[in-house]
């Protein structure tokens, strides 16, 4: 098969289209042939690997060569101890590990796939899986949003963040959202009440406060999440810098206690029924898949050098087949 492979951390430059095995499923995994696979911020972080988590699977070079986990394609082949699915099935999920995505096949685990509704093209259902899992996790599950709380999305005009200022709105919200200059109108048309551009304010120290903060991308200390913070009010790190995350584990206890602030870090296991929940919402139309571009599989390289340049509004999805 043809896959996007990568043996070094950089740009998109060291993207290289190659034929590599069909990857073979396990007993408990499912084949997948991949007919759409959107990209995320952790391709994003995987292909340069930054923050340092991103080199979890290799600390010098990249431990696995293919990135890409949101697919949407047919069942090819299902291991002996899969139930839900069978072969030719309409699928689309993640891949656990966030990885091997960008190919013509990829293993899926039955716990993070669901049956692709019809009314859904690939593409669209390739869109949804870790950004919409992530937003439903923060603003509704665990973020508890109720009509009338402030909210702020920092990183929201990426994969997770369209998914979070609608959700915020549906949930009857105030939303406040954090991208850079280009996005600030897109932001506004997806419902945000408010829009601020990272490149030119920092939204920790504009004197305003919040009760919930959705932050897909940190990179400031504690104790500024702590100062935009309500009292009783919750702040989530999804994603960002390593130094954040570690002064979070080790402080945000002390934060609870002594001013009754939640600062925390927000846990997104991959799973199948936040997909069909979130899914469902977007079926019914209540909330939109955005999609920027498509890009066909020979020019994947592009849409990574696309969303890595900070143009992408939304998702950017490519179509394999
Ligand atoms: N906690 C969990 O369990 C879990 C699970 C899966 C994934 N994640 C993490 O979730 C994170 C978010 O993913 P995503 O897919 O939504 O990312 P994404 O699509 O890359 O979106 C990030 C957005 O933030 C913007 N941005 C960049 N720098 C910023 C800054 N300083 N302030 C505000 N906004 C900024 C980006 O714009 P530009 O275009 O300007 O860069 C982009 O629009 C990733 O770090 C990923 O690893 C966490």
Redesign the pocket.
């Known amino acids: 098969m043809k896959a996007m492979v990568y043996h070094k951390y950089g740009s998109a430059d060291v993207l290289k289209l190659e034929e590599v095995a069909i990857p073979a499923p396990k007993d408990d995994e499912v084949l997948v042939k991949i007919h759409a696979v959107s ?7 995987g292909l340069i690997g930054k ?1 340092l ?2 080199r979890i699977g290799g600390l010098r070079k990249p431990g696995y060569p293919i990135l890409g986990s949101d697919i949407a394609g047919r069942v090819e082949k299902a291991g002996r101890n899969i139930t839900q699915f069978q072969f030719g099935d309409e699928v689309f999920g993640e891949i656990p590990g ?1 990885h091997g995505g960008f190919a013509e096949y990829a293993c899926a685990s039955e716990q993070t796939l669901a049956l692709k509704p019809a009314s859904l093209t690939f593409e669209e259902a390739a869109a949804i899986p ?2 919409g ?2 937003a439903l ?1 923060g603003i509704r599950e665990k973020g508890q949003v109720q009509p009338g709380h402030q909210v702020l999305i ?8 369209v998914f979070a200022v609608q959700l915020a709105k549906l949930y009857g919200a105030e939303v406040t959202g ?3 200059t ?2 600030m109108d897109f932001l506004r048309s997806l419902g945000a009440d408010h829009v601020i551009d ?2 030119r304010q920092n939204f920790t120290k504009n004197g305003k406060q919040y009760d919930l903060i959705l932050d ?2 940190a ?1 400031r200390s504690v104790f500024s999440y702590r100062r935009a913070l309500k009292p009783n009010g919750t702040y989530f ?4 810098s390593i130094g954040t995350l570690f002064q979070i584990l080790f402080l945000g206890p002390w934060i609870k206690r002594t001013t009754g602030k939640n600062v925390r ?6 799973n199948n029924k936040d997909l069909i929940a979130i899914t469902e919402l977007c079926v019914s139309g209540t909330v939109t898949p955005i999609i920027d571009r498509v890009y066909p599989f020979n020019k994947g390289p592009e849409a990574l050098r696309y ?7 939304g ?1 950017v999805v490519i179509r394999v087949e």
Request: hydrophobic letters at 35%; proline letters at 4%.
């Open positions: 990209i995320n911020g952790s391709d994003r972080e923050p988590y991103a966030y870790q950004g899992v992530i996790q920092n990183g929201a005009g990426g994969s997770a963040g954090v991208d850079n280009g996005k990272y490149t897909l991308i990179h790190f999804v994603g960002g870090i927000l846990m997104v296991p991959q969303v890595g340049e900070g143009h992408a509004k998702k």
